[in-house]
């Protein structure tokens, strides 16, 4: 899982990605590709 500083650009490179927020932290989630996991805060 990548921590990345900014999820928007990450979430578009896959038309799968979503973005979740979890207890305050940002999570980029794809069940089709999971390579594309990451995570914020």
Wanted: net charge positive; glycine share 4%.
């Amino acid at each position: 899982m990548k921590v990345r500083s900014s999820l928007k650009s990450l979430k578009n490179r896959h038309r799968d990605c979503k973005l979740v927020r979890r207890k305050g932290i940002l999570y980029v989630i794809n069940k089709t590709d999971p390579r594309f996991k990451a995570k914020q805060g």
